[in-house]
C-alpha cells in the first residue's frame, strides 16, 4: 500500500505567483530513494525529508510530495530557483547525484498544485515505479560487481608485484555505507547486502546478509554509523583476510580508510 505525505498544508500559490514575477525559472525534482531491507519506514521518511531540507536551502520549494511503497520511497519537490537549468542542475546533482531534474512552465506549476488534492486520491501510486526499482536492481548488482572486480585485482596485484587498484575520480556512483567495529578494526559494508541487524551475546550484532550475497551472519563489536561514499572512487590496497579488503576514499569529510566486506568471497 502506498502512504502519501504533502510536505505542505497550503497551496503556497501566493509563492508561486511571486516567484513568476521575478522571472525565476520552475523546476520539478523527483528522487527515488529504496531505503535498505533493515531500515524502517520511519528512517527512510527521515532521508527525504532532509534531502528536501537541503533543496529547502537551495531553491524556494512551492509544494512537496513524500511517497512510500514498500522499501521504495519517492520525494516530488516543486521549486523555483534563479539558477538557469545548466546550473541549476549542477547544484542539485551535488545534493542527490540521483535526482531527476525537470524544467517546467508557470501554468503546469500552477495546475499541479490547484489538482494536489484530487491526484493524492485518485493518482496515489508512485509514479514510473516498476522503472525506478529496476534501475535500483541494476545499480545493486553493477556495484557489487564491481566491487568483486576491484578484491580480485588487489589480491592478484600482490601476486604479480603490481601497484593496487586505483580509483576514478567523482564518478558520481554513491553508495550508502554501513560503518561498524570488528576485532578493533573499523569495517563497512553496503548498506543493500544486508537482510537485517538483530541482538547478539555481550551487546554485540548480528548483521543477516541477503540471500542474494551470501546467506551469511557477520558479527560486529559495533554499529558506528553511515558513510555515503562514491563506490567508483574507492582504491583498495590489500587484502586483510577472507573477504575483507583495505580500502580508502575520499569523503567530504577527508580521506577515509575501511576494510570493506566482500560477501561473496567470505
Known amino acids: 500500500m502506498v502512504s502519501t505525505e504533502n510536505c505542505y498544508k497550503s497551496d503556497n500559490f501566493p509563492v508561486l505567483r511571486q516567484a513568476v514575477l521575478r522571472e525565476e525559472y520552475l523546476y520539478q525534482v523527483r528522487l ?10 520511519d528512517a527512510g521518511n527521515l532521508r527525504m525529508r532532509v534531502l528536501l531540507g537541503l533543496i529547502e536551502a537551495k531553491a524556494t520549494v512551492i509544494d512537496a510530495v513524500i511517497k512510500v511503497d514498500g522499501q521504495l520511497h519517492y520525494l516530488s519537490v516543486l521549486c523555483a530557483s534563479s539558477a538557469a537549468p545548466l546550473v541549476f542542475s549542477g547544484i542539485m546533482k551535488r545534493i542527490a547525484p540521483h535526482a531527476i531534474i525537470e524544467e517546467i512552465l508557470h501554468k503546469n506549476a500552477e495546475e499541479r498544485i490547484a489538482t494536489r488534492a484530487v491526484r493524492a486520491e485518485a493518482w496515489n501510486a508512485i509514479p514510473n515505479a516498476m522503472a525506478a526499482i529496476g534501475v535500483q536492481e541494476s545499480r545493486k548488482i553493477l556495484y557489487t560487481l564491481l566491487l568483486e572486480y576491484r578484491a580480485l585485482l588487489s589480491e592478484y596485484a ?5 601497484q593496487p587498484t586505483s580509483a576514478c575520480r567523482a564518478s558520481g556512483c554513491f553508495v550508502q555505507i ?3 567495529e570488528q576485532n578493533g578494526s573499523i569495517c563497512g559494508i553496503p548498506d543493500f547486502q544486508i537482510e537485517q541487524i538483530t541482538p547478539g551475546s555481550n551487546g554485540s550484532q548480528l548483521m543477516h546478509l541477503s540471500c542474494g550475497y551470501g546467506n551469511r551472519v ?4 559495533d554499529l558506528i554509523c ?5 563506490i567508483v572512487d574507492t582504491r583498495f590496497v590489500s587484502k586483510t583476510t577472507r573477504g575483507f579488503y583495505q580500502t580508502s576514499v575520499q569523503t567530504a569529510d577527508g580521506p577515509f580508510s575501511f576494510n ?3 560477501p561473496s568471497f567470505l
Do not use: G, H, P, T
Open 32 to 41: 527515488y530513494v529504496e531505503r535498505a531491507a533493515f531500515l524502517s519506514a
Open 260 to 262: 570493506l566486506v566482500v
Open 178 to 180: 554501513l560503518i561498524f
Open 158 to 162: 600482490s601476486i604479480m608485484n603490481q
Open 218 to 221: 557477520l558479527v560486529c563489536d
Open 226 to 230: 553511515y558513510k555515503e561514499i562514491d
